[in-house]
């Protein structure tokens, strides 16, 4: 893959579908998503219809050149407000894929969607989206022990929270926003 400025973020469209359900029933993406179970294709356009529908909630792919990689969900989308996002990539995807979905989303979400804040849960044992929280400059707000059970077993969800003034300043020395 080659630089971020080869990317773009859209609007997920129903031609997407059959992609992003292949990846989110992905034995390596499911095990680490809030719910595990594998979602049918009738089960799926169910919450495509529903969920596009839904003012306060972005639907979005991220995609270099014209081959899409990753999926992003904002949900409680508002102005100046406060949203919970979710994501994963195309299992397999080359190095360097998650860095490049995180900032193209979190531009998206602080330039386009003007949010304040964007928050985000990790089940503990997800240490690869624990780090790649912190790496995009989110501060852990919480834990929520024992919040979740995964195949019988009760697991830590982390809680984290980026603020956009946090986003501007990161460590890349962001004076703006990306776009």
């Not at 773009?8 to 292949?22: K, N, S």
């Not at 169910?46 to 014209?66: N, Q």
């Not at 490049?100 to 602080?110: D, H, I, S």
């Not at 989110?138 to 003034?165: K, M, N, P, S, T």
Request: charged share 25%; hydrophobic share 35%; net charge positive.
């Amino acid at each position: 893959m080659s630089g971020i400025d080869t990317c773009r973020i859209r609007a997920m469209e129903f031609g997407d579908l059959t992609t992003v359900l292949a990846w989110r029933n992905h034995p390596n993406v499911r095990r680490h998503m809030l719910t595990q179970h594998e979602i049918t294709p009738e089960e799926h356009e169910r919450w495509f219809v529903r969920t596009s529908c839904d003012r306060l909630k972005k639907l979005m792919i991220v995609e270099e050149g014209r081959r899409a990689f990753g999926f992003v969900q904002f949900s409680g989308v508002d102005a100046g407000g406060i949203a919970d996002w979710g994501f994963y990539i195309e299992p397999g995807a080359a190095r360097g894929s998650g860095r490049k979905l995180g900032t193209m989303a979190l531009g998206f979400a602080f330039r386009d969607l003007e949010l304040h804040k964007v928050c985000g849960q990790a089940l503990g044992v997800n240490d690869a989206s624990i780090r790649f929280h912190r790496s995009h400059g989110f501060q852990q707000e919480g834990v929520l022990r024992d919040q979740r059970r995964v195949d019988g077993a009760y697991h830590d969800l982390i809680c984290f929270g980026l603020l956009r003034h946090e986003w501007v300043a990161g460590p890349s020395g962001r004076t703006e926003v990306p776009t």
